[in-house]
């Protein structure tokens, strides 16, 4: 069976980790998965929205510490295998902000350490009630500081902080009150919820949505002004589409719009 299956449901991609056996760990196969997978999404026009989800018991438990084990056997202790890993995990990560496409998290049981980390570097998440998040490195003696970089942009810092210090769990319920997921459902209507999610973002403008996820990451780098300058530019980008002209044109005559795209 393969690490990450897709199946495309219309404009809908859904990736699924299928490595039940280590909690879907980020093993550096499946690390390239990913990361061929997000290649591939980048260039496919077709794809509107794509969601991401785990099999088995858990959404996914983090890097595989069986092979960072036997990576620190090297001569120099695993030290440039440790860099090369946590920067191929960095590029899969950024790779999903970077997507044209809104990624969903589909997650249910664990996310943990860079699991954790995966749920936060998507655009959206909807959990289970029985999920349950952490960043619990610490209580291995492995602070989870690449974690930290996407949970420290999701939730407040102080409750990012004491995750991070604690390595507890909060589960589904807190996860939605920090602002680490959007939507709680229970377990057997995950599947349907996230995928009504889905197909709702991807009956929008593909072209719209395109041009305001890639605003809404680059304005949160900027300051308030320079933020206001960009995004005004965007606007007017946006404005002079064929498809936003026909869209407010619908609207104002009580019509469906008829997008070319």
Known sequence: ????????????????????????????????????AFDALAEDRDIRVVVLSGEGRAFCAGHDLKEMTAGRQAEDGGAAYFADLFARCSAVMQAIPALP?????????????????????????????????GVNGVNIGLFCSTPMVALSRNVPRKQAFEMLTTGGFVDAARA??????????????????????????????????????????????????????????????????RDTEEGIAAFLEKRKPDWAE
């Open 101 to 133: 496409q809104p990624v969903i998290a589909q997650v249910q049981g664990l996310a943990t350490a860079a699991g954790c980390q995966l749920v936060a570097s998507c655009d959206m998440a909807v959990a289970a009630e029985d999920a349950r998040f």
């Open 1 to 36: 069976m393969a690490l990450l299956e897709r199946h495309d449901a219309g404009r809908v991609a859904h990736l699924r980790m299928c490595s039940d056996r280590n909690l879907n760990a980020l093993s550096d196969a499946m690390l390239a998965e990913l990361q061929r």
């Open 176 to 241: 939605r009150e920090i602002g680490l997921v959007n939507r709680v459902v229970p377990a057997e209507a995950l599947a349907d919820e996230t995928a009504a999610l889905a197909e709702t973002v991807a009956g929008k403008l593909g072209s719209a949505v395109r041009i305001g996820k890639r605003a809404f990451y680059q304005q949160l780098e900027m300051g308030l002004a320079a933020a206001y300058a960009h995004t005004g530019a965007v606007m007017v980008e946006n404005m002079l589409n």
